[in-house]
């Protein structure tokens, strides 16, 4: 039973992590893929600030917390699936980013994840402060969910 248990760890930590991120203009969600790539999961919500640099570290430590491997963006296209001045915005963020680690980075549509996230929340009458603590985080885990649950990720496996 033991040796069967090591195997199982071993394996298990071997796996990649992957990072999913929803890019704000005040705050950015993090989420963190399970060791197996099956669930995303919340990690964290960083408020920005007006020194990017600080934003990326600490972007930059929780790759090396996790040893992430690969990290998805999302994309906030506009209605019509364009993209507008908000992608803009994303696009300059994450060449920041990359100018600073070398880890391969994916984008994915996000429209709507932050929209369907308050909804939920609002539902589950979860209070405007506590809404705010979470939303993005949970925006986050949606981006992270659909790139995990794509068939394009699978077939990469």
Do not use: C, H
């Not at 990690?43 to 600490?58: A, G, N, P, V, Y």
């Not at 963006?73 to 994303?90: D, I, Q």
């Amino acid at each position: 039973m033991r040796i069967a248990a090591e195997y199982y760890t071993s394996r298990i930590i071997k796996k990649m992590r992957i990072l999913g991120l929803d890019v704000g203009e005040r705050r950015i969600g993090i989420a963190i893929s399970d060791p197996l790539n099956k669930i995303a999961l919340p990690l964290s919500q960083i408020e920005r600030t007006d020194k990017l640099e600080e934003t990326l570290q600490k972007i930059e430590e929780f790759t090396l917390q996790y040893r992430v491997e690969r990290i998805v963006v999302g994309l906030p296209r506009n209605m019509k699936g364009e993209e507008g001045w908000e992608v803009k915005k994303v696009r300059s963020f994450v060449s920041s980013l990359l100018s600073r680690i070398n880890i391969p980075l994916f984008f994915i549509d996000e429209r709507f994840s932050t929209v369907l996230v308050e909804r939920v929340l609002k539902k589950g009458k979860v209070s405007f402060s506590k809404r705010r603590q979470v939303k993005d985080k949970l925006a986050a885990v949606i981006i992270l969910q659909s790139y995990l649950d794509s068939q394009e990720f699978k077939n990469e496996l």
